[in-house]
């Protein structure tokens, strides 16, 4: 019961966040899972993770969609390049010893927190980046978003950035359908290990349904607020990742002894 009771509340802190400030939050699901769900093996927090990631990525997708927020030639392009990058990515991070893995987790969401703190400064209006930079970024962030079981939001949107200077909300839009593609392809490979536990993946997704409304709704109100929330989400953030770095290292200094 109380698994079940706290999947659903997981799940809606990571909607919530995400309806709230539009990313960042997804990153936390690993950490959620492992310390406040109860799941001990840390592949199969990821491989779950991925896939309520996927599913929100989804849901918010449609939004974007109706608002016309998609370019849909760099978001194909960029999805099925990436795809190859994210299964190459997951395969190498089942190999992985977890704990081991779940340190590099810890590293990975120190960089999301610091990159978080820092106001965003990319220009839109200048020119596009050579043809060929796109799909690099795209195998790339596949790669490291299949490794880590994240949505890599945060490293898609500013790739897009980056290769086509579209507009940072269109920029937004069009990272869901990779992060929707990418987190889809990782559940499903760590699925063929075993690595997702489907019933806690269907709660935190319903709680992440619920969380994601009512985010939406409380960012309209506070919405003069968003870099202050943005910074609190950041700090949270990092302080997760200290917790998950020190619990990691610590396994692996017990094995060691």
Known sequence: MYAS???ILSGGLVGFVLGLVGGGGSILATPLLLYVVGIANPHVAIGTGALAVSVS????????WRQHWIRWRPAIIFSAIGAA?????????????????LVLFGGVMFVVGLLMLRPRALDAASAPAAGWVLPVLALLTGAASGFFGIGGGFLIV????VATRMPIIEAVGTSLVAVTVFGLLTSLNYALSGYVEWMVAAKFIVGGIGGGIAGALVAGRLAQHKRALNTVLALIILSAAVYVT????????????
Do not use: C, F, H
Request: aromatic residues 2%.
């Open 5 to 7: 009771i706290a999947a």
């Open 246 to 257: 020190v619990q990691g290292v610590g396994t692996l200094v017990q094995g060691a002894a």
């Open 85 to 101: 990058g994210t299964l190459a990515g997951s395969t190498l991070g089942k190999a992985i010893d977890g704990t081991q893995l």
């Open 158 to 161: 500013p790739a897009l950035l």
């Open 57 to 64: 990525a989804a849901l918010n997708l449609a939004n974007y």
